[in-house]
C-alpha cells in the first residue's frame, strides 16, 4: 500500500456515493492490518457540503471528487478494492485539510 493512492470503494452500500477511498496512512505503517482512508464523493453529490478547507477537490480521470476529510476512517486493508491511482501531487492540500480538521488552522 501507498499513501495518498486512491481505491476502488468495495463496499456496495457506500460504494455510489463514495466511489474511491484514499489511502492516507504513512507508508511505514504498511505491517498493519488496518489502514486509515479519506472517502471521495463526487462533487455532484458533495458540492453544496464542501468546506474548501477541509474538503479539497481531487480529478481522477477527468473527473473531480471531493474528499470528505470529516469522515476520516480506518478500515481493513482486504476492504480495498483496485488501486486507482497515485493522487501524492494533491499531498499538500491533502495534508492541509487534516491539519485543519485537528488544529483549525
Same mark, same amino acid.
Given at each position: 500500500?501507498?499513501?495518498? *493512492?486512491?481505491?476502488?470503494?468495495?463496499? =456496495? #452500500?457506500?460504494?455510489?456515493?463514495?466511489?474511491?477511498? !484514499?489511502?492516507?496512512?504513512?507508508?511505514?505503517?504498511?505491517?498493519? *492490518?488496518?489502514?486509515?482512508?479519506?472517502?471521495?464523493?463526487?462533487?455532484?453529490?458533495?458540492? =453544496?457540503?464542501?468546506?474548501?478547507? !477541509?474538503?479539497?477537490? !481531487?480529478?481522477?480521470? /477527468?473527473?473531480?471528487?471531493?474528499?470528505?476529510?470529516?469522515?476520516?476512517?480506518?478500515?481493513? *486493508?482486504?476492504?480495498? /478494492?483496485?488501486?486507482?491511482?497515485?493522487?501524492?501531487?494533491?499531498?499538500?492540500?491533502?495534508? #492541509? #485539510?487534516?491539519?485543519?480538521?485537528?488544529?483549525?488552522?
Amino acid at each position: 500500500m501507498a499513501q495518498f *493512492r486512491a481505491y476502488e470503494n468495495s463496499n =456496495k #452500500a457506500t460504494m455510489k456515493a463514495y466511489p474511491y477511498l !484514499l489511502d492516507i496512512q504513512s507508508n511505514l505503517l504498511d505491517e498493519l *492490518r488496518t489502514t486509515v482512508v479519506i472517502p471521495l464523493c463526487p462533487t455532484n453529490l458533495a458540492s =453544496k457540503a464542501a468546506i474548501t478547507k !477541509l474538503s479539497p477537490t !481531487l480529478e481522477i480521470d /477527468g473527473k473531480f471528487f471531493i474528499a470528505l476529510t470529516q469522515q476520516i476512517a480506518g478500515i481493513d *486493508r482486504k476492504y480495498l /478494492g483496485k488501486q486507482i491511482c497515485d493522487l501524492s501531487h494533491y499531498c499538500s492540500e491533502i495534508i #492541509a #485539510a487534516l491539519d485543519f480538521m485537528i488544529s483549525g488552522i
